[in-house]
């Protein structure tokens, strides 16, 4: 068997992807790649929040600052941001697993490794700094994966067929101006994102919200 297209490097030049008949990915592979380029995320966002505030020496009025807000306050964010990737890392690992049957079953295409890649990588930044819920995570024809929101009033769907090219339906019941069509750079995705995660944020923080009126 040959070895995995989701264990090559990330940086590595696209490949074409396999067809539905290749020999079935080990499941255990496609989670060493996904662990490869999640460890990267994790650390990232880990480091960010060491050295907030150690750039450069603390004025009086940060040092306060620090004593009003607290270090707990930083730690729940930090962990929050944590938690919200391990359960998009989670989401995937069963969509790779799932995808992994269909492919042996002859029902579904292998998941193309650049493009779940591009979909990390998108994505992750905007998970680990907003407050979204996990997304659901689908497996699509010829290679592509499909991520999906449905709370607060809002409809987000995005398909991934290939890095830059994901398709977009972004609806809003409060919105006359629902948007359908491509968003390579999820310019128009992130806009939605972030009206979501303000939702999250107001419905569980209620009085965070009313002190800072």
Known sequence: MSTSALTRPYFQTPVTPPSVRAPRRSVVERFRFVQFVFGGLTASVTTAAI????????SAAVQQQKKTVGVGALTASVEASLQRIASFKEALNDTLELNSEMVHDEEGDPIDSQTVQYAILSLSPLIASLELPTPLILPLQNGGIGTEWHAFGMNIELRFRKPYDVYAVLEDVWSA?????RDPHLERTRVALGELGRRVFESSNPKALSDLE
Do not use: K, V
């Open 177 to 181: 101006t629902p948007f359908r069509g």
């Open 51 to 58: 050295h907030t505030g150690d750039e450069q020496p603390e």
